[in-house]
């Protein structure tokens, strides 16, 4: 891991490259077309429609849609997670229009065809998945994604990285390796996959960059968080805001705290991919909720 470390002079520029940088590349650049929620729906469910013939898609409400099939019955899909990365422009909208195209359509027959070399974990919040799981409840077959809790507010989601797109693995399919290995398999994986993994640090807070889609991953190695390379205050604090986004502090660095704070809520009411704003004090080998948010 590389460490960079800046000094006094340094932390307003600091606080710019965290505010530039990172929110830059989390949302990419201005929005163009400015769609209201409902406009965005009812452009989401005429393009999905034009892709989906077998389907019926229809607008439900405000960023959900009803989709009616002959294979898989009737589902509600929701729009929020990518509602603010569709709407800035046209090649972002159809980038989200694939994505759920790959989704809906997306056969049984792939679990034979998983790579076990590509298993990786994804960090999310609870909400995420109850969301994900009612969706798979309304197409029937008692399917789940496979998961494992991290924390009372996180969960480890696993999933299959390849170059087209990331496919989150279901509870029907042969994972190729027992449960009990999955989770070091992933992280192992994630690992090889992974950039060159950087810090930027100054007195207040830090924050860990990864190629900016498995940020809040990076939990799940311990060697980072056990090996003495992050020097803070106390106890390592850190928030996962997003899932590019992973700021750190010490428990007894209140500066740092009050900094982080403010980024975490800032990240979880701007970002597409948001999770949350608690931190979370790393303590005997886990994460755990840290004080008040």
Request: proline share 3%.
């Amino acid at each position: 891991m590389v460490v960079s470390r800046c000094g006094v002079l340094g932390r307003a520029m600091w606080r710019v490259l965290i505010f530039v940088g990172v929110i830059l590349s989390a949302f990419g650049p201005a929005t163009a077309e400015d769609l209201t929620p409902r406009a965005y729906t009812e452009k989401m469910a005429q393009a999905l429609g034009a892709r989906l013939p077998q389907r019926t898609v229809s607008v439900r409400g405000n960023l959900e849609l009803s989709i009616k099939g002959p294979a898989d019955g009737q589902l509600t899909l929701s729009l929020t997670n990518l509602f603010s990365e569709g709407r800035r422009d046209a090649a972002s909208f159809e980038k989200v229009v694939n994505f759920y195209v790959g989704a809906l359509t997306e056969k049984r027959e792939a679990a034979a065809k998983l790579d076990t070399a590509r298993i990786v974990p994804v960090v999310k919040d609870r909400a995420w998945l109850e969301d994900n799981h009612r969706e798979l409840k309304a197409r029937g077959g008692g399917r789940e994604h496979v998961y494992e809790d991290l924390n009372k507010e996180l969960v480890i989601v696993y999933a299959e990285d390849t170059e087209k797109r990331t496919r989150y693995l279901l509870n029907d399919e042969d994972l190729g390796v027992p449960r009990g290995e999955l989770r070091k398999l992933a992280v192992d994986n994630l690992m090889r996959i992974l950039p060159k993994i950087k810090m930027e640090q100054t007195e207040e807070f830090g924050s860990l960059t990864a190629g900016g889609d498995y940020e809040a991953s990076l939990l799940l190695m311990d060697h980072i968080w056990s090996g003495g390379q992050i020097k803070v205050e106390g106890d390592i604090v850190v928030a996962v805001p997003a899932k590019n986004v992973l700021l750190i502090t010490g428990s007894q660095n209140r500066k740092g705290l009050a900094a982080v704070r403010k980024l975490a809520a800032h990240f979880v009411a701007e970002n597409s991919y948001r999770l949350t704003d608690t931190l979370f004090v790393y303590r005997e080998g886990r994460f755990v909720k840290f004080g008040r948010k």
